[in-house]
């Protein structure tokens, strides 16, 4: 099992920025995925970025290049998801995630681990 505990989240005004933080614990042997997802009220969630452990090789969802990065600490137990300019179509709920990766990198089945998420609402 692996053990994700998001912190990080909260209000700000639009254009504003917000570093979310990701505490990653457990057995995480061949889980060398992490990743971040959002999920709005009412929509489906929706992938935002990716990171291998090995590599440190980031990847991102069309939504997310140019504003969002991800990051990770050099031990990988933390990642992290620096958000700018942010508006109110960015207000969710951010999820942390892990896993061995499937078929496409931001795949969300790719991902078996998850964490309870952190929130982050952008008004004015």
């Known amino acids: 099992q692996v053990q994700l505990a998001e912190s990080g989240g909260g209000s700000v005004q639009p254009g504003g920025s917000l570093t979310l933080s990701c505490e990653v614990s457990?057995?995480?042997?061949?889980?060398?995925?992490r990743g971040w997802f959002r999920q709005a009220p009412g929509k489906e969630r929706e992938a935002i970025a990716a990171?291998?452990?090995?590599?440190?090789?980031?990847y991102y969802a069309d939504s997310a290049k140019g504003r969002f990065t991800i990051a990770q600490a050099n031990a990988r137990d933390k990642v992290y998801l620096h958000l700018n300019r942010l508006t109110s179509e960015d207000t969710a709920m951010y999820y942390c995630?892990?896993?061995?990766?499937?078929?496409?990198?931001?795949?969300?089945?790719?991902?078996?681990?998850w964490g309870q998420g952190t929130q982050v609402t952008v008004s004015s």
């Open positions: 457990g057995n995480t042997y061949g889980n060398n995925l």
């Open positions: 995630a892990a896993g061995p990766g499937g078929s496409h990198i931001l795949e969300k089945e790719g991902f078996k681990f």
């Open positions: 990171i291998y452990t090995d590599s440190d090789s980031p």
